[in-house]
């Protein structure tokens, strides 16, 4: 399971610190990351790093966003910075095993993703 939280409202250029706790973690390799979604839109992959700390993030974030973890607690961090209205979103964050960060970002996370969480970015 997945629960993420941290999202919320920001004027553009502000910041938002997402974070996604996993549970009931069933093998030690894993890639995890986050997607994020507009209505109507395509579920894109933004930012993932695997359990050797290797990230990897979309063209649309690099730069601006960074992604962590704590690996004691299989939890993920994304610090989002200099936000822009067009980040504004559904922020999902997913996991999946023996896979690597290049597929992650494209194919998605195919073994458990969370509720989501809404970010908004005004202008």
């Known amino acids: 399971q997945l629960a993420e939280s941290g999202g919320g409202s920001v004027q553009a250029g502000g910041s938002l610190r997402l974070s996604c706790a996993a549970s009931?973690?069933?093998?030690?390799?894993?890639?995890m990351g986050w997607f994020r979604q507009v209505p109507g839109g395509k579920r894109e992959g933004i930012a993932v790093?695997?359990?050797?700390?290797?990230?990897r993030y979309a063209e649309s974030v690099e730069g601006r966003f960074t992604i962590s973890k704590d690996s004691a607690q299989d939890t993920i961090y994304l610090q989002m910075n200099n936000l822009k209205p067009e980040d504004t979103a559904m922020y999902l964050c997913?996991?999946?095993?023996?896979?690597?960060?290049?597929?992650?970002?494209?194919?998605?996370?195919?073994?458990?993703w969370g509720q989501g969480t809404q970010v908004t970015v005004s202008s």
């Open positions: 009931d973690v069933a093998y030690r390799k894993y890639c």
């Open positions: 790093i695997d359990t050797d700390g290797t990230t």
């Open positions: 997913a996991i999946e095993f023996f896979t690597t960060p290049a597929d992650f970002l494209v194919y998605g996370g195919k073994n458990a």
